[in-house]
């Protein structure tokens, strides 16, 4: 078996077009804040609403109604409005396409790597929303877990989503922790790492999450995630590592820099790589899921082979298995009850096979 090796055709095979590479952070306290990494998105949507350049930009945010915890896809024309979109969601939200063909101006548009794909192919078919897209900002994306995960964890630790006043799946440093208001304004917090064991073992992922090879948002101007790197544990400011991939990103992120609006370096792609690598090399396994799946009934269309290795196959099946897993009552509830400890250890066999 050889190890993934970084070299130019792999940075094209794992990471798409690339122009620049960048590390840093939002320089405005106030915007990282309410961000689950360095504030970069926000950042650039709100410094081109302020010059003019957009008049509007697609986002997503949670909202607590009617006793549940919710995504909304919307359109944002303030600051503050793209301030209340800054945190993750770790749940499908389907984008407001139809508010995007009726809006007048230009937009920007935020997503993850598959809604980019998708606004991609409706570009080619709607010239009204084609012309209005001036910028497009992708979200690394490991990959979408249904919404009764969230639940399950809040079960466990004994929330009622009816006492929820408000909510955010991750801040702070390095993983972060989850927050929630509750109604009687009393906080609660614990550890990001208590919903992502779950979630990182693919339990209650999305069956078409299965299907994606894309992490990194390749259809995008430009393309933001968190920076996994043990050196950058250690930093007080979180960052994020981006990447531009069209003029258009680029000469959106040097204004930022040029402004001060962001402290950035620039990276190099075998840094983005190695900050992404397990995801990366999972993300592309799709030839291995295509084949592992029909041993759970499922069917993945994937021809093109690639390097596929042993520990892609290994990947494959506990990936899907979890998957299927998970549809299960009775599994999904046994899941619960195991102690964290050998979670986590599960997690990190998981990890191994696709480290390499």
């Not at 939002?26 to 609403?49: P, Y």
């Not at 509750?182 to 073992?201: A, G, M, Q, T, W």
Request: glycine letters at 6%; proline letters at 2%; charged letters at 25%.
């Amino acid at each position: 078996m050889t190890p993934v090796r970084f070299s130019p055709v792999t940075q094209s095979y794992y990471l798409g077009n690339v122009k620049d590479c960048y590390i840093g952070y939002a320089t405005n306290s106030g915007t990282r804040e309410n961000c689950a990494s360095g504030g970069i998105v926000s950042t650039i949507l709100m410094e081109q609403l302020k010059t003019g350049y957009i008049d509007g930009a697609l986002v997503s945010r949670i909202v607590v109604d009617n006793g549940d915890i919710k995504g909304e896809s919307f359109i944002a024309k303030t600051c503050d409005e793209i301030r209340s979109s800054g945190g993750s969601i770790y749940f499908n939200v389907d984008p407001a396409w139809r508010d995007v063909d009726h809006f007048e101006g230009r937009l920007a548009v935020v997503g993850l790597p598959c809604h980019l794909k998708a606004l991609n192919r409706i570009c080619d078919r709607n010239l009204n929303i084609n012309k209005k897209i001036v910028m497009k900002i992708g979200l690394f994306c490991g990959h979408n877990s249904d919404k009764k995960l969230l639940y399950k964890v809040l079960e466990k630790k004994k929330i009622s989503i009816g006492d929820i006043n408000a909510f955010l799946f991750r801040r702070g440093r390095w993983r972060g922790q989850m927050r929630i208001v509750l109604n009687d304004n009393k906080i609660i917090e614990f550890p990001f790492s208590h919903y992502s064991v779950y979630r990182n073992l693919n339990l209650f992922s999305l069956k078409r999450c299965i299907n994606c090879r894309d992490h990194t948002a390749e259809y995008s101007d430009v393309s933001c995630g968190d920076i996994w790197l043990k050196k950058m544990k250690k930093e007080p400011i979180k960052h994020s590592i981006f990447l531009s991939r069209t003029q258009a990103g680029t000469e959106a992120i040097d204004f930022l820099i040029h402004k001060r609006a962001i402290l950035a370096r620039k990276s190099t792609p075998q840094e983005v790589f190695q900050s992404q690598k397990r995801a990366l090399i999972l993300h592309k396994g799709l030839y291995a899921r295509s084949r592992v799946s029909r041993i759970f009934g499922m069917n993945i269309s994937c021809m093109e082979k690639g390097d596929t290795r042993w520990n892609d196959y290994l990947a494959a099946f506990i990936a899907i298995a979890n998957v299927r897993c998970s549809e299960s009552k009775l599994f999904g509830n046994l899941v619960f009850r195991t102690p964290r400890q050998i979670l986590y250890l599960y997690m990190l066999v998981y990890k191994l096979t696709h480290n390499f």
